[in-house]
């Protein structure tokens, strides 16, 4: 079973861009319950749990809640038909990603060959966990109606999370790393 690593917000960060994904997903009637909105930092198929808890509560201890620059949308045309908003590919968020990626990769963990070719991104609205896949007209005109928002902020990033890939938050969570505070 394939894990996933993410980056989650502090909850004023997370309303505005929930108040986006809302939105959308009202307007093509996309989910009954939303995704949670975050950060994918790393894919790790069949992990040992305890093994990947040491090495990321290592990576991470000294970090403290850290600021993520959101600049602008991005799509990812079909197969995913993907709305989301794109980050800045540098400072914190980057280095830990690459961080998180090399130690695993070391550590024999089944990881992404190469996260050079990743874009940093918030999925808002795309066909997984979709109670119906949206037409092409619909995704082009979502991914022009968020790009026309030309979102440009940032958002603070609270706590690291190791989820499985289900769509009901009180089963996705595996483990939480919790940042420190400033």
């Not at 986006?20 to 009954?32: A, D, E, G, H, T």
């Not at 000294?62 to 620059?69: E, L, N, W």
């Not at 070391?106 to 190469?114: E, H, M």
């Amino acid at each position: 079973m394939k894990y996933y690593l993410v980056a989650l917000f502090d909850e004023e960060s997370y309303k505005y861009m929930e108040g986006i994904q809302r939105s959308i997903c009202r307007k093509y009637k996309l989910y009954k319950n939303m995704p949670m909105l975050h950060i994918t930092l790393e894919i790790i198929d069949d992990p040992d749990i305890e093994e990947l808890s040491r090495i990321v509560n290592n990576i991470i201890s000294p970090y403290k809640k850290f600021k993520v620059m959101i600049d602008g949308a991005i799509c990812f045309d079909p197969p995913y038909k993907s709305v989301n908003l794109k980050l800045q590919n540098k400072g914190y968020i980057s280095r830990l990603a690459r961080k998180i990626n090399d130690t695993l990769k070391l550590s024999n963990f089944k990881v992404r060959d190469n996260i050079d070719n990743w874009d940093l991104h918030i999925s808002l609205a795309n066909t997984n966990y979709a109670q119906r896949e949206w037409n092409s007209r619909e995704y082009l005109n979502a991914c022009e109606m968020t790009k026309g928002k030309n979102v440009k902020r940032t958002a603070t990033i609270e706590r690291i999370e190791l989820w499985k890939p289900i769509n009901n938050r009180k089963e996705m969570v595996v483990k939480s790393f919790p940042l420190r505070e400033f």
